[in-house]
């Protein structure tokens, strides 16, 4: 009975181990000619980078025979194209998929396999108590979780149907997952005058850097991503002109006297002004940081934000950024000029998820 695989190899594809802050493949017998003549060949010390560097030794056509298999072939070719935060997260759900659905043939997943695998995850969930003891409703449950590896499973047998293993997807179509219900919070003007009232001792910093953010958030509706990556560069004579990060669209929001407005403001609130970035730290670094996707500083800086919104003004329901975002989508007079802010490819998405201002009727008589 082989050994069961280290915690830290757990999710990575088969042969492949993470050892001495690299990964490293063991080389199959009779191979080892393709692989510079070694035994162990070491891949790199991060992840995309030795997804590249099997890409170009190994077969694309894998002889994929069960769910692992095919996931080996995904986590080579599919996960690299993703961006660095998603990697991460789908190095996770691929750790539970192959745990369960690993040795399944292809066409041998049911859709109760999937129905009996999100009850079972939603057991193994722990739920989250504020300091009451009520349970706090998030996104991050078992079923909330599990409804992702799901998702990443399914995706994974659409290219198995593309690269010809299969003919027809096992369950697409076939299992109704009900998702997490979006938000309804939608922020009233006056709460936004409200945090914008904050005082600053200081002329440049946190509050005034985020107060210049929730500006150009309700004028742009931007990703957080997007707003935290834009540099001054970006801001040319004919607008802002941007590529989304999550799909690479590129998009020009066209000046307007408030538009140039909250752009000079977040200049003028950063702690160095030679910095390339619109929103900078102390050292004029940006927030994201590139080689993990992960945004480091910035959170706690909104968290002190919001904390003394709360007792400082007369706002008494905590918001997200994300429904800064909503309020921009709600407050635009069509869907589609919402739709087009949001730079979203389905303004489906836009009207259940963004749109959230109630609708005013007219009373019969």
Known sequence: MPRARRSENKGLPARWRFVFNAYYYQVPPGQEAAWDGKRTFRLGETLPKAYREWADRAEANLNVRNVAELLDRYALEVIPTKAIATQNSNKEELKAIREKFGTAPLIGIKPQHIYQYIDQRKAKSIPKLDKNGKEIKTDHTGKAVGRREIALLSHALTKAVEWGYIDKHPFKGEVRLAGAKPRTRYIEDWEIIECLSLSSKRKRGSVIAIQAYIRLKLLTGLRRGDLLRLRVTDCNADGIRIYTHKTGKPIIYEWSAELRQAVDDAKAARPLNI???????????????????????????????????????????????????????????????????????????????????????????
Not at 308 to 329: I, P, Q, W, Y
């Open 275 to 365: 910095a390339p970035n619109l929103f900078c730290d102390k050292r004029g670094q940006g927030y994201v940081n590139e080689k993990t996707g992960k945004v480091y500083g910035w959170n706690s800086m909104w968290q002190r934000f919001m904390k003394r919104v709360l007792t400082e003004t007369k706002v008494t329901e905590r918001f997200t950024e994300h429904d800064l975002r909503a309020k921009c989508a709600s407050d635009a007079k069509t869907l589609e000029h919402a739709r087009a802010l949001l730079a979203h490819a389905d303004s489906r998405m836009t009207e259940r998820v963004y749109r959230r201002k109630p609708e005013r009727v007219q009373p019969l008589r």
